[in-house]
């Protein structure tokens, strides 16, 4: 994984500590998260150690929200690929996660802005924990079909305005997103890419 990231052994040994910690993770899911991160990192403008610094900065919030490990490392590649900073992007990430699943608990304003677009926000909590891919994709494709302003007042009231900056460009590619999703759900792209690339 070092020689894969190009990263120190030790920088490699302490990331997947981190995840099997976050994730409750066995070494083989660690394993598999580290060829998808590669395999994003060799077919995407983003690099595997910012990927997995997004992960590794969104953590266990991922699996309360609903969102594995997996779809993270898709959406990490996605923003930092667009330019994003790997601090900006892993916070756009929470915030999408949290208003995602927020459920009963979800402000006024975010309500109000879900309604407008045609989604009841404790479904949309209770779709996080079994469809997060689609649920994501379809409320980036619902908000994408707004004008601009309407978009980025949406995007600012549901997620919160200092995430407008890593959840905005994601907009202009969802198809990119859609992409970088299936990559990560497909095994038969990823598995062994780690290994190998070392070989």
Do not use: C
């Amino acid at each position: 994984m070092g020689v894969a990231f190009d990263i120190t052994a030790d920088q490699a040994g302490t990331m997947m500590a981190q995840w099997r910690t976050a994730f409750k993770m066995g070494q083989a899911d660690v394993v598999a998260l580290a060829d998808k991160i590669n395999y994003l990192g060799n077919t995407t403008a983003a690099s595997a150690p910012m990927i997995s610094d997004v992960i590794t900065r969104v953590g266990p919030l991922g699996e309360v929200g609903g969102v594995a490990s997996g779809e993270i490392a898709a959406l990490g590649a996605s923003l930092v690929g667009a330019g994003i900073n790997s601090d900006v992007a892993a916070t756009g990430i929470k915030n999408l996660i949290l208003a995602m699943a927020s459920g009963a608990s979800a402000t006024k304003t975010q309500q109000e802005a879900f309604d407008s677009l045609g989604i009841d926000t404790v479904e949309l909590a209770q779709r996080m924990q079994t469809d997060a891919k689609g649920a994501i994709l379809d409320v980036l494709q619902s908000i994408s079909t707004l004008d601009k302003a309407a978009q980025a007042s949406t995007l600012q009231n549901i997620f919160g305005k200092e995430s407008l900056g890593a959840i905005a460009p994601l907009l202009s590619n969802l198809d990119g997103l859609r992409e970088n999703f299936d990559k990560v759900s497909n095994s038969a792209q990823y598995t062994g890419s780690t290994v190998s690339y070392t070989h």
